[in-house]
Structures are given as structure tokens and as C-alpha cells.
């Protein structure tokens, strides 16, 4: 069925940065379905042409060597745009009008994107509803994508919810999550649910604890002001950190679709031990660089924490006593996302060669980006070395295994909202789960001002306290910059 996608918000950045690039190398990779239509919708007046020639600059700067002017010619042809604004609700009925004149009386789905900012989601929502646009008649589908943030806490997440569900029903409301589009998040999925090798020993048997990393190598730069208002619980943590906790703990689905893998996943979070305030203190770290202070837009005692280290405990029989340590933070060493599996040591040590650690054991780093790939690091014996040994890896890169590049995650999460597979989008149940979780973290930090906030230097791992936090467990952070090929 032809289908038609509006962008709201269609002058913004995602847009040219993103959305209309991915689009672009879906029809380039012959994905696209051919009766798709682009319809941007935002108050900056443009004629039809206007908007393609600016679509045409960004998109070869963003796509570069993968820019075909001929593909670009064919999937311009399909690209329009209609002035208005969010707030008006009679540009919502024109709006209606234009989609009715290009689809030609056909029947034709669509899915409304809101690249926009948070606080125009809940009148374009409520202005879709009451222009009629949102209500689905026989087979044409009516989706609405909206972009993270979901609300800045519980509270604000239900209340959306609530505001959503007054003219969308669940099944057409497409959260997005751009690191579940990303080929290595989804590969986790077949690495542990199409290997017979890896899923037995998926367990607190034979795992000693599970470290998810979001490191980012740049500072807050340009974005000061709204980071101050968010910190990197909301900026991260809820959302991306929690999402790959979930892919990492969840069952296996019994299909996959989108219902069974989203039951799975909420269950991991309603799974997650509750936090008392002395908890909070004690399992988690959190930190400020020098020079935020000094950052555009940042009141000069500012509190908010630019790195986090979070220990989270999951009840349940897989988990139980396993615990999973979230980190994420600004001017750090690099930029890197990774999960490391550390597998426990061996129950009876044969070969003596100085004190172990837990690092020595077998560990297994899934590297989500930049260098997208899996090691497996075990021990092995030095030739003519007596039994001394020395931990090597196995080493799967992407780019070397598959060549060429990596897709964007966008293509991936474009592609299925068009055809209507919410497997890697977030349910209502899954966004207030998060927020249940980071809501006492955040209130702690807030009304205690606890634990301390320590300063630490951009370019390291974030603050040497939360190194010493993890030597006291007898444990280490995975503290290794990905090898770019």
C-alpha cells in the first residue's frame, strides 16, 4: 500500500542530518517502497523545489560517496513540503487537504514523524486528533514516530502517555530509540538467540557482572544549556543505557515480533531491585568535568552530574546476584559503546602465574560503535614458556567480515515504521518502567545531594573515585578505547 511520511519539524536538523539522508539511501538500496511520499510540514516557507535544492546540499554532505544525483533525482520526485504551523489548527486542516490531493483519493497510509522539540509533541499529537488524521478506516494505517525525550520523568512520561493515547491507540504509537536500530544492537539479538554456544552460559552460573559503557569524547559544547536542565541520567541512561540493559538481560521471545520482544524486555526492568536513598548512595558515582562551569548557558554552581556510574541488581532466576554497572559520561577518554559480558574464573585454578583478578577471566566485549564488532578474550598458553599465560581474543569486526559501511540506524527504524513492525520501538508499559528507575536516583541526588559529585579531567574515564567505588568490589571497568581498522 502507498504510504505517506510527514516530518513534522521538517526544517530542523534531524531532519537534513538524518532522517531525509536515510530515507535517500533506503531508495538507493532499492528498500524504499516505491509508492512512498515525503511531506515536510514547519512554519519556514519554502516552495516544493526550495526545500528539495536545500535536501540536495545536506544530503550530499551527509551520504558523501554514496550520493547518486540520478537516485537523488527519482526520490526527489516524491518529496514535498507544506507550510504551517503546529499550533494552527487550521494548517493542520490544510495539511489534511494536501495529503488528500497527492494520495489521489487512494487509500494510503502514513506515519507522522515528529522531529520537533519535546514541548510541541502534545499539541501536534492533540492537532492530528482533531483534524481527523490520526483515525485509521479499513486498511490505511495511521503512525506517529516521536522522539526521545518521553517526558523528563515518570510523571511527565504518563502524563504524554495519556495525551497520546487521546488520539492514538498503542499499536500506532512508535517510540524511538535510535541505538536499537544500530546493526550490532540487533545483532545481540542473533548472537544469543541463534547460537546454541552463548545462551547456557548466559547466566549468573557463569557471569560475574555485566558493564554497559556510553562514552562520549565530546563536551557538552553547544547544547550547554538544555544539558544543564537534563544531566546525563536523562540525557543517557534512561533511554539508551536502559535499552541495551534490556537486549542484554532479556528472555528469549517466543517469536520474533513486536509483542513478544517487548513483554520480554519490560520484564527485565519490573524485574530491577527497587533503590532505598542509602542504596543510591552507596551503588551509585556520579560526576562533573572540569570546565562545565564555564560552558554557555551553565549557572555557576551548577549540580548537574555530566558522568554517572549506576550498579543495578536484577531479581530474578537468571540474574539473580549478577550485578550490572551502567556508565556513561562527557569528555571522557574516547568515544566508545560497548557491553562486556565478564565471565567468572574458573572454580579451580591449575596453572599458577601471579595473583588473578576478574579481569583475567574470559570476557566478551560487544562494541555497539564505533568499531562495531565482538571479542571473545580468553586465556592461552606463551610458547616455550613454561605454563605462563596470557589472554588473547577472538576478534569479529564488521567491516572486515562484511565491507562497506555500516547503515544508519535511522534506515533500519524508518524502514519499519513504513511497514509497521514496532519490534525495536519502545511500548508506553517499557518508557514508565525506565523512568521508574531513574525517577529515585535522580530525586536522591537532587534533595540529599548525595553521593558526592566529584570533578574529574576531560580526557579520562570519568572521576578516579569511581575506579576506587569498583576496586572495592573487587572489580575493574573494561577501560579500553576501541581499535579503529
Known amino acids: 500500500m502507498p504510504t505517506t511520511i510527514v516530518i513534522f519539524g521538517a526544517s530542523g536538523d534531524l531532519t537534513s542530518r538524518k532522517l531525509i539522508p536515510a530515507l535517500y539511501n533506503l531508495k538507493r538500496k532499492g528498500r524504499l517502497p516505491e509508492e512512498t511520499r515525503i511531506v515536510g510540514f514547519s512554519r519556514t516557507k519554502f516552495s516544493h523545489d526550495q526545500w528539495r535544492a536545500d535536501l540536495r546540499e545536506t544530503t550530499v554532505k551527509f551520504t558523501k ?13 516524491r518529496v514535498y513540503y507544506h507550510a504551517g504551523d503546529i499550533g494552527n489548527a ?53 503512525r506517529v514516530v516521536i522522539e ?94 536502559l535499552q541495551l540493559l534490556m537486549v542484554t538481560a532479556m528472555e528469549p521471545p517466543a517469536r520474533y515480533a513486536a509483542d513478544p520482544v517487548r513483554d520480554e524486555k519490560v520484564k527485565v526492568l519490573l524485574a530491577v531491585r527497587p533503590k532505598s536513598p542509602e542504596a543510591i548512595v552507596r ?52 568515544r566508545t559503546t560497548q557491553i562486556v559480558i565478564q565471565f567468572r574464573q574458573p572454580p579451580h585454578m591449575l596453572f599458577k602465574s601471579g595473583p588473578r583478578t576478574v579481569r583475567d577471566a574470559n570476557r566478551l566485549v560487544i562494541q555497539v560503535q564505533p568499531a562495531e564488532g565482538i571479542q571473545l578474550h580468553f586465556q592461552t598458553k606463551v610458547p616455550d614458556a613454561g605454563m605462563t599465560m596470557r589472554q588473547t581474543d577472538l576478534d569479529f569486526n564488521y567491516q572486515k567480515n562484511f565491507g562497506g559501511s555500516i547503515p544508519e540506524a535511522y534506515e533500519r527504524l524508518l524502514l519499519d515504521a513504513i511497514e509497521g513492525d514496532a519490534s525495536l520501538f519502545a511500548r508506553a508499559d517499557e518508557v514508565e518502567a525506565a523512568w521508574s528507575i531513574c525517577d529515585p536516583i535522580l530525586h536522591a541526588w537532587r534533595e540529599q545531594d548525595q553521593p558526592t559529585l566529584h570533578a574529574y579531567e576531560p580526557g579520562y574515564w570519568g572521576p578516579t573515585e569511581s575506579n576506587e567505588w569498583m576496586h572495592q568490589q573487587g572489580r575493574e571497568w573494561f577501560d579500553t578505547c576501541p581499535v579503529l581498522h
Open 148 to 241: 526521545k525525550p518521553f517526558g523528563v520523568d515518570l510523571a511527565s512520561a504518563k502524563k504524554l502517555n495519556l495525551h497520546v493515547h487521546k488520539a492514538f491507540q498503542e499499536h500506532q504509537v512508535y517510540r524511538i530509540d535510535h541505538y536499537l536500530g544500530k546493526e550490532t544492537v540487533q545483532n545481540l539479538f542473533v548472537l544469543r538467540f541463534a547460537n546454541a554456544i552463548f545462551e547456557p552460559i548466559w547466566t549468573r552460573q557463569y557471569i560475574d557482572h555485566v558493564q554497559i559503557t556510553v562514552a562520549e569524547e565530546v563536551d557538552v559544547g553547544s547544547r550547554a544549556g538544555y544539558y544543564d536542565s537534563a544531566g546525563v541520567v536523562r540525557d543517557m541512561i534512561q533511554n539508551h543505557l
Open 65 to 77: 560517496d554514496h550520493f547518486k544525483p540520478d537516485v537523488w533525482d527519482d526520490f526527489a520526485d
Open 283 to 334: 551503588d551509585t558515582v556520579r560526576g562533573q568535568y572540569r570546565g562545565y562551569l564555564q560552558a554557555d548557558g551553565v549557572p555557576p554552581d551548577s549540580r548537574t552530574a555530566t558522568f554517572a556510574a549506576i550498579k543495578l541488581g536484577i531479581d530474578n532466576w537468571r540474574w539473580q546476584g549478577v550485578p550490572f554497572y551502567l556508565r556513561s559520561g562527557k569528555a571522557m577518554s574516547c
Open 90 to 142: 487550521e494548517d493542520f486542516r490544510s495539511l489534511g487537504k494536501f495529503l488528500a490531493e497527492l494520495e489521489g483519493g487512494a487509500d494510503a497510509s502514513r506515519v507522522y514523524y515528529l522531529s520537533t522539540a519535546p514541548r510541541f509533541y502534545e499539541p501536534a499529537i492533540e492537532q492530528l486528533g482533531d483534524a481527523g488524521l490520526a483515525c485509521e478506516e479499513g486498511d490505511c494505517e495511521r
